[in-house]
């Protein structure tokens, strides 16, 4: 039956108080992000019994209601003429609802805002730099031999994919440029700018800064004799564009506040670039990028030192850091491991917790025997976390039943042990689900599939087992996702 898409907004929109409650909307891939003047009149219980609703919860000042791909922006477009509010962006939303945050939800909402943007293009390089990873593996599919070794017709290809692979990660600095300085409000062009100034041909290459300092043989910018700037190019690093953007924003906003409009056009860019790119070259550049080797070292160090429970500690608390919205954090990590250390033991535990989700809700499709429309939420929602998109089956299944959600974190957790013990890293961030083999250094691939039965298996039989007791309670349809 077709779903009345007008009708479950004004469902949603009566149980959160009514129109004069919302002050903006807008959505994700599988929510309503709302910004509501008053937390206290929504009715949360009614929320959820709205037709399509899996779930609903409050996080950094924003009220969410997970609807699922697709569904959410037609319901959307019947919210916001319900109630009479213009089209918002998430990132206004949650600007407005940032003002009831405290300081480290703030800090996670500033990494949020820059990296989500930018992750389908991460997301793709990391996928393609996985298949040319196949097909540069040697024996993999030829024996002694890479596919390319054994058809040499199959390098024009290869070069092809390899250059598309590498775009995003060697321009990276111009990609978080433009996200991170329309987020601190300034100019995206100059942050661009900002960005590729950082990765620009005549700067030594980071990747070859480590032999060139061995060698005593750093090239610099000799500046009137009074000191000298490293020639050193920033290609793949976070941090160092983050705080560029942040400087070029303000200087930028802090000239357009005194220089008079008619020569601000002149004044401001030219002042704003020169001063920023000084500062970036000559002191930001080399602070963060010592900054980020620290985080990076510092983590690859204590999953050498103590992996098992490193890896238990980030499967069991991976999902519970989705629900605060913490775990953005993470991509800024891992992008800087793969800079520093050409690749990440991170996202492989972050696919397997996504995959540990689906199977658990999927478990409940097979518990819920005789309720159609949760049967019909637990298996579109395991389908959607098997493919990276976990917030269906955590707040629509896994989080109202308590238990499954447990099941998963345990299932994570003893994948994540695993493929630690076994230094099972990526080469960059792919989909976070099934897919995720991908984008695992190939002579690993049959060990992070070990892993991903592990993450299948552990929460699956778990949630069956458990539900046998939970349904003796009667907890099961105490907790039903409505």
Known sequence: MKADYRQIAADILEAIG???NVDKAAHCVTRLRLSLKDQSKV????????DLVKGAFENSGV????????DVERVYAEFIKLAGLEAATVAEVK????KKMNPLQKLVKVFSDVFMPIIPAIIVAGLLMGINNLLASEGLFVEDATLIEAYPNLQGIWDLINMMANTAFVFLPALVGWSATKRFGGSEVLGIVMGLLLVHPDLLNAWGYG??????DVPTFDILGLFEIEKVGYQGQILPVLAAAFILSHIEIFLKKHVPNAIQLLVVPITAIVVTGFLALAIVGPVTRGLGNVIAMSLVNVFEAIPVIGALLFGLFYAPLVVTGMHHLFIAIDL???????GTFIWPMIALSNIAQGSAALAMFFVYKHNAKQKSMASTSAI???????EPAMFGVNLPNKFPFYSAMIGSATAAIFITLNNVQAIGIGVGGLPGFLSIFTDKILLFIVGMII???VPFVLTFVLSKRYMKKGEIEQNKVA
């Not at 009220?63 to 697709?70: F, K, P």
């Not at 032999?211 to 005593?216: H, I, R, S, Y």
């Not at 800087?336 to 050409?342: D, H, I, P």
């Open 63 to 70: 009220y969410q209601v997970v609807i699922g791909a697709g």
């Open 336 to 342: 800087q491991l793969v800079a520093e250390t050409g």
């Open 43 to 50: 009715d949360e219980a009614k929320v959820k019994e709205a």
């Open 384 to 390: 959607s976390a098997y493919f990276g998109i976990t």
């Open 95 to 98: 600007s407005a609802g940032g």
């Open 18 to 20: 009514g129109k004069d």
């Open 211 to 216: 032999t060139a300092a061995l060698e005593g």
């Open 455 to 457: 993450a299948i298996v």
